[in-house]
Structures are given as C-alpha cells and as structure tokens.
C-alpha cells in the first residue's frame, strides 16, 4: 500500500516523514537548508525521488505566505519567493500541496492532538519568531492575502516606533527569551533552553524575572487573539512547550491580567483553555499531510 510524502521547509532543516492515512510515521529524516535556491531545490528532489514510487501524495509546508502551491515571501529564507512545487512536480502521478508552517501546526493539533475536534481554536508556536494558525467554526482561517494568524508582525510597543524590536515577533521569541536568561545567570551557552529552565525551576531572582515578563507578554498575545477571533483552545507549541512550568506560567499571567489587574476584561471575556501543543518537532510533518488529505478528499477548511 502507497503512503504519503510530508516535507518540513525550515531555515535550518528540511524534514521529511513517509506517513500512513492514519498518521503514523513509517520512516523520516532531515537534510540542513541549503543556503541558496539550486542547492536548495535539488535537495527536495532528492527526497521526492527516493520516495516518488511508493507514495500517492506530496504534502508540503514552508514560511511565508503560500498561494495554491506557490511560496511568496518565505521568510528567513528568502530564495523561497516564488518556488511554486505543484508546477514543478506537476508531471507525477500523485497530488501535491503547501502550506504556510504556521497553519500546519493548528492542522496538527486539529487533527491526532490537544485541539482534536474543536471547531474554534489556535496554535501558536513559539520559535525563533511566533507563528500561529487559527481555526474557527471549523474553517481554517487563512485570510485574503493569505497571511492571517501571521502574529510576528503584531505591533506589541509602540514606543519603539518602526523599530522592529516593537513586534510580537520579538516580544515573544522563545529564542530571545532563552538568550536573555542565560546571559542574566552568566551562563555560557545562552542558547541552551534547559539550563535557563533549571535556573528558573530553581527561582534564580533574575531568571524568574524574565521568565514572568515573557509569560506576560505571550498572555497579553493571547488575550489581544482572543478579542478578534474568539476561539475555546489554544494550544502553545515550540520546543520550550514541552516545559510544563511554562504552560502554568501562561495560565497564571492571563488570570492576573484579566481578574486582578483588569476585572471588566475577565467578566467580558471568556477565557480559552491555553494548553501545551501535542506534536512539537514532527508537528508540521502531520499538518501538511492532513492539509493534502482534506484537500484531496473534496474536504474544505
């Protein structure tokens, strides 16, 4: 029996996964970015090829925004822009589709994980950037431009004028978050999210600091969603979701936020179940291949 081909475009890695209709993983992999377009592409082929016979789809997702199956604007990987993968495999026997890796995640959790069956919820994952998809009354929500749920552009400060250090994409970087941490505790590797976490499970004054401000500031994102789109779930993805301190974290910054510092917010507002994402690493392997099977069964977002 054929499977599925599902393919994860990030500026470091491109993984890759042959899935089953039910979504388990018969075998997966990853390549690093090439850092230029020929590279790149033939890199992806690469992958199609060892798989084009036994598989009888090819699910794709990528930054950026993604029209049918062409990436516009990817990014950090800017040589994306216009690489359009339903033409350039458009001569096999199998369908192919993309989608933007924000969206993929909410598909995900929408479909085996911690969103199952909610007709109205969201996924935010926390990376280098924030990235999000949306899903209400049962529709993925992807706007006309194609760029809803893209929350790195949200201004979150406007003191900082055009400066790029007032968007939510910095506010709430969980890379910047670990940096400062570890910088604040003398840690060499400020990259290393589990030394920052341990300080802070340890109540390292300056790392709980930064920890509740951060904790804050993605609080204040979900509450800002919760105003437009109204949604029962939203489930927190990124690799420092597997932190359970950091989902209490959250829940504790939004109760403050609305019952204790703004009471008419929390009895305005129904608050969303904020819960950590299920997939983390494979998460956008799973997304892009339920994005082909809703596509290829007929099936609308």
Same mark, same amino acid.
């Given at each position: 029996?054929?499977?599925?081909?599902?393919?994860?475009?990030?500026?470091?890695?491109?993984?890759?996964?042959?899935?089953?209709?039910?979504?388990?993983?018969?075998?997966?992999?990853?390549?690093?970015?090439?850092?230029?377009?020929?590279?790149?592409?033939?890199?992806? *082929? %690469?992958?199609?090829?060892?798989? @084009?016979? #036994?598989?009888?789809?090819? &699910?794709?997702?990528?930054?950026? =925004?993604?029209?049918?199956?062409?990436?516009?604007?990817?990014?950090?990987?800017?040589?994306?822009?216009?690489?359009?993968?339903?033409?350039?495999?458009?001569?096999?026997?199998?369908?192919?589709?993309?989608?933007?890796?924000?969206?993929?995640?909410?598909?995900?959790?929408?479909?085996?994980?911690?969103?199952?069956?909610?007709?109205?919820?969201?996924?935010?994952?926390?990376?280098?950037?924030?990235?999000?998809?949306?899903?209400?009354?049962?529709?993925?929500?992807?706007?006309?431009?194609?760029?809803?749920?893209?929350?790195?552009?949200?201004?979150?400060?406007?003191?900082?004028?055009?400066?790029?250090?007032?968007?939510?994409?910095?506010?709430?970087?969980?890379?910047?978050?670990?940096?400062?941490?570890?910088?604040?505790?003398?840690?060499?590797?400020?990259? *290393? %999210?589990?030394?920052?976490?341990? @300080?802070? #499970?340890?109540?390292?004054? &300056?790392?709980?600091?930064?920890? =509740?401000?951060?904790?804050?500031?993605?609080?204040?994102?979900?509450?800002?969603?919760?105003?437009?789109?109204?949604?029962?779930?939203?489930?927190?993805?990124?690799?420092?979701?597997?932190?359970?301190?950091?989902?209490?974290?959250?829940?504790?910054?939004?109760?403050?936020?609305?019952?204790?510092?703004?009471?008419?917010?929390?009895?305005?507002?129904?608050?969303?179940?904020?819960?950590?994402?299920?997939?983390?690493?494979?998460?956008?392997?799973?997304?892009?291949?339920?994005?082909?099977?809703?596509?290829?069964?007929?099936?609308?977002?």
């Amino acid at each position: 029996m054929k499977n599925y081909l599902s393919i994860d475009i990030g500026g470091t890695e491109i993984k890759y996964a042959q899935i089953d209709v039910s979504g388990q993983i018969i075998e997966k992999g990853k390549l690093s970015t090439p850092d230029n377009k020929q590279d790149f592409l033939a890199q992806v *082929d %690469g992958i199609v090829k060892k798989y @084009a016979d #036994s598989i009888k789809g090819l &699910a794709i997702c990528a930054p950026g =925004k993604i029209e049918g199956t062409k990436i516009r604007f990817g990014g950090a990987i800017s040589f994306l822009d216009g690489i359009d993968f339903g033409q350039i495999y458009q001569n096999k026997d199998f369908p192919v589709t993309v989608i933007n890796d924000g969206k993929a995640s909410v598909l995900a959790e929408n479909w085996l994980g911690n969103l199952k069956d909610e007709e109205n919820c969201a996924a935010i994952t926390l990376g280098t950037g924030v990235g999000s998809g949306i899903i209400l009354n049962g529709h993925l929500l992807q706007g006309t431009h194609y760029q809803a749920g893209e929350m790195s552009f949200m201004v979150a400060d406007i003191s900082h004028g055009k400066q790029m250090e007032g968007i939510v994409g910095r506010f709430c970087s969980a890379v910047l978050f670990v940096k400062q941490v570890n910088h604040q505790v003398g840690y060499a590797d400020e990259n *290393d %999210g589990l030394n920052a976490f341990e @300080a802070i #499970s340890k109540n390292v004054p &300056a790392a709980l600091k930064i920890f =509740k401000e951060y904790c804050l500031n993605i609080a204040i994102l979900i509450l800002n969603m919760q105003t437009v789109v109204d949604v029962n779930k939203i489930a927190i993805g990124g690799g420092i979701s597997a932190q359970p301190i950091l989902i209490a974290g959250i829940n504790q910054a939004y109760d403050q936020l609305v019952n204790e510092d703004n009471p008419i917010i929390g009895q305005t507002l129904t608050k969303p179940e904020i819960v950590a994402a299920k997939f983390r690493n494979d998460s956008n392997l799973y997304g892009s291949l339920y994005n082909l099977l809703l596509q290829t069964d007929h099936e609308t977002y």
